[in-house]
């Protein structure tokens, strides 16, 4: 069975800078976009950053446009998400998220990813 585990969370002040790791696990995630999303309190989940199988193709929400950065390590079966310059409204839940094998492109959708990690919580105070 599938099953994607985030890591790296945590309290940050603002300005400060965190970098999420998710590590695939059951199978190899080589063929598959993966994205994060993430929610906070109150809101519903929304798009922050994807990207293709291979790396090559990278997207990301305005609101991280030049702060957050998405990789992966196929050798490792594992994404990252290094976010810099953070701020106190980036304060959510972050998840990692796998779309089926064979999907090349991240999409903006969340509807379109199959695998979900638990989350883990990123706090920015101000």
């Known amino acids: 069975q599938v099953q994607l585990a985030e890591s790296g969370g945590g309290l940050v002040q603002a300005g400060g800078s965190l970098r999420l790791s998710c590590r695939a696990s059951?199978?190899?995630?080589?063929?598959?976009?993966m994205g994060w999303f993430r929610q906070a309190p109150g809101k519903e989940r929304e798009f922050v950053a994807g990207?293709?199988?291979?790396?090559?193709?990278?997207d990301y929400a305005d609101f991280v446009k030049g702060r957050f950065t998405i990789s992966r390590d196929d050798d490792k079966n594992t994404a990252h998400l290094q976010m810099n310059i953070l701020k106190p409204e980036d304060t959510a839940i972050y998840y990692c998220?796998?779309?089926?094998?064979?999907?090349?492109?991240?999409?903006?959708?969340?509807?379109?990813?199959?695998?979900w990690g638990r989350g883990t919580q990123v706090t920015v105070s101000s």
């Open positions: 059951g199978r190899t995630f080589t063929t598959n976009a």
């Open positions: 990207i293709s199988w291979g790396g090559s193709v990278t």
């Open positions: 998220a796998g779309r089926y094998a064979g999907s090349y492109f991240p999409t903006a959708g969340a509807g379109d990813y199959g695998f």
